[in-house]
């Protein structure tokens, strides 16, 4: 990794970079979520008929499954694009849902407005987390909840694995991500971190759940490739200098260990732990 590489991963991408995947994200990584999604907003308690805020939503991974349990929701997120694939997704299914583009360290909201507040994979990677938790629990009504979903343990991530070893194959001498300043993304990695942070953003009762995975299913190298690209800003990054040979080189390697692990014709399953943390205003 070079050192702007580096310097990025470490700091977070700028609007541009997630734009730039927000049909990639659409197609290929939020259709996969409803699952954990559903888990999120069990643990939080969501009704039928509550309002919910959803921050950093991207393309409505968290916000279509709360909508479809017959939430009302606003999705907010500050890449525009992300925003217009969600509301054609709201508009398709007649869902009692909005989007509008907003920075999460500064909602346009009022104190005290939503019974529910969460964030799936979003606030977990901004860089100033404690100032976007503030935010989350300040348009929270007394009593109500906040939900925020993250990666856990990274040496447990497959998919991010398979990604390393599959570069590692074609290009020898690539370090992958630097375990001692892991990206931004798993900065609350730890249960008790994301436990502790909740809590000094002014929330009671704090609880991490750490007994669900992100589970997805791919079958070639393509589809694993599309999910790692079109999920995040960092394989891209990390992928900027190689040549077209190269990654075409990465996609057969992936391609291999996919099959390796599928198992009777079915897809390849690879899973991530993860940490769902709920507390109370
Ligand atoms: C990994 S995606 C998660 C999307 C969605 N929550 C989900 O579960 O599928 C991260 C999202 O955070 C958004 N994001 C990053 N920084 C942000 C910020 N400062 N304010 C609002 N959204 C932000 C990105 O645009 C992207 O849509």
């Known amino acids: 990794m070079t050192n702007l590489q580096h310097e990025t991963t470490r700091r977070g991408f700028p609007v541009e970079a ?26 939080a308690g969501l009704r039928a008929g509550e309002t919910f805020l959803d921050v950093a939503a991207g393309t409505g991974g968290l916000s279509l499954p709360a909508a ?109 991500i630097p375990e001692d300043e892991p990206p931004l993304e798993f900065q609350v990695s730890d249960p008790e971190v994301l436990r502790q942070r909740m809590t000094d953003a002014g929330l009671k009762d704090v609880i991490v759940d750490t007994s669900h995975q992100e589970r997805i299913e791919v079958r070639t190298g393509q589809q694993l490739w599309d999910w790692l690209l079109g999920g995040n800003p960092i394989p891209s990054a990390l992928v900027a200098d190689f040549t077209d040979e190269q990654r075409d080189d990465i996609i057969r390697v992936l391609d291999g260990m996919v099959r390796e692990r599928a198992a009777h014709n079915g897809p390849a399953v690879l899973t991530a732990p993860l940490n769902i943390g709920v507390g109370t205003k």
């Not at 927000?22 to 559903?38: N, R």
């Not at 869902?95 to 509008?100: F, K, P, Q, V, Y």
Request: with cysteine; proline share 5%.
């Open 18 to 43: 997630w734009e730039a995947i927000a049909p990639l994200y659409d197609e290929h990584v939020a259709p996969g979520e409803s699952d954990l999604a559903l888990a999120g907003l069990r643990l």
């Open 68 to 176: 479809r349990l017959g939430a009302k929701v606003l999705a907010t997120d500050w890449a525009p694009g992300m925003i217009e694939h969600f509301n054609a997704r709201v508009a398709a299914e007649g869902l009692d849902a909005e989007g509008r583009v907003m920075d999460c360290h500064r909602l346009d909201i009022a104190d005290d407005t939503y019974d529910v507040t969460g964030s799936q994979f979003g606030v977990m990677l901004v860089p100033d987390q404690a100032r976007a938790l503030r935010e989350m629990v300040r348009v929270t009504k007394p009593g109500g909840r906040v939900l925020l979903t993250a990666y856990g343990n990274p040496g447990e991530f497959e998919a991010l694995h398979f990604f390393i070893s599959a570069v590692q194959a074609v290009v020898p001498e690539f370090e992958g």
